[in-house]
């Protein structure tokens, strides 16, 4: 049950995406003629307000088919209510609609759960997240530890942990941690790569939800999506200079991630449904062919020139990018696939 529910919520990623671009284009006097959630052959159909509405077998994404948005098609020249012809600020508007859209609904699920399950709060502990296998603190210290002092000092933060084992510099360590309630204390030798020394553990800081009031969740509601971002490309910059490998995840990894958080309650499957509508928010919004980061780099060069790219230029960009993307999510898709079998 765990896993239909993922698949559905992973359909509302796309139905909240498709449908920002959808309500904006109608507010925009554009025909729109078609809203598909997946690819492929319909499954089932249903037709409103001259917009045919189609469920597809393939989960990889979905779109709304707006018409003379695809270059290649051909439409009335004179018709006013086609893509083309409308006043590039409401195109504009169209495109950006759909990651905005996944950005406000994030808050809105994230609303809730402050509301009426409260915000995560940190104790000013740190935790023992995970032991790296075969490293000095495998069988030496658990996930779930508290961290409570190093050779006798207090190491309480992050910072501070990572401070003192620095300081070392190979030499060993005495650690306390508390475990169900005792203290243990643990004697670890660091190990020196690239430079500098470690243990083998993450670290993080321990969190309680505590309650908010309807005001408070409101506005932690509104930043949630700003923080989750700043952090989001911060990860991709770190991708980018190389501090840390690339490791995508497709729709498959998506529902098996979904179905877990469900398993654990609405609150965890809510959170990292909100988490999933800043990332697709924000992917969409990079400036690449194909994704709508890429129609709004043309559209904001109209804006600036008050001319028109030439759409036979567009239409190849678009179409190359969008080639190099398919391929890539059918890479992803069977390394989800892979990753799950072994």
């Known amino acids: 049950m765990s896993i239909v529910v993922a698949i559905l919520a992973l359909a509302l990623l796309i139905v909240v995406h498709e449908g920002g671009h959808y309500l904006v284009a109608k507010w925009s006097g554009m025909r729109v003629e078609r809203f598909s959630v997946g690819f492929g052959p319909a499954l089932m159909t249903w037709k409103h307000k001259g917009t045919k509405f189609q469920l597809a077998p393939i989960p990889l994404g979905g779109f709304v088919q707006i018409t003379g948005m695809n270059p290649h098609e051909e439409y009335d020249e004179s018709d006013p209510n086609v893509y083309p012809n409308r006043p590039a600020t409401l195109r504009f508007l ?24 409260g915000a995560q709060r940190p104790t000013g502990n740190t935790l023992i997240a995970s032991v790296t296998k075969d490293w000095p603190a495998d069988g030496r210290l658990q996930p779930g530890d508290v961290l409570r002092a190093v050779d006798g ?4 933060s992050v910072e501070a942990f990572r401070g003192h084992v ?62 989750k971002s ?33 398993d654990e309650g609405w609150v965890p499957a809510f959170e990292l449904l909100a988490m999933l509508n800043v990332y697709l928010g924000l992917f969409n919004l990079l ?34 990018g969008f080639l190099v993307l398919f391929v890539v999510m059918i890479l992803v898709l069977f390394k989800d696939i892979k990753s799950l079998v072994t």
């Open 230 to 262: 700043a952090l989001i490309l911060g990860g991709l910059w770190d991708i980018v200079t190389g501090r840390v490998a690339p490791d995508a995840i497709g729709p498959v990894k998506m529902v098996d991630y979904i179905s877990k958080s469900v």
């Open 166 to 227: 620095k300081a070392a510099g190979g030499k060993p360590i005495k650690v306390t941690v508390e475990r169900a309630g005792k203290p243990v204390e643990v004697v670890i030798e660091p190990r020196a790569d690239k430079g500098s020394y470690f243990v083998g553990v993450a670290l993080e800081p321990e969190l309680v939800r505590r309650p908010l009031g309807i005001g408070a969740a409101a506005v932690e509601s509104v930043r949630y999506p700003i923080a």
């Open 94 to 117: 169209t495109i950006f609609a759909g990651p905005a859209t996944n950005v406000i609904f994030s808050s809105v699920l994230v609303f809730f759960v402050f509301s009426f399950a």
């Open 287 to 320: 400036p690449l062919p194909a994704l709508d980061g890429g129609r709004l780099v043309f559209l904001v060069y109209e804006l600036v020139t008050r001319r028109r790219p030439n759409p036979k230029v567009e239409a190849a960009v678009h179409t190359a």
């Open 153 to 156: 000092k207090p190491a309480l």
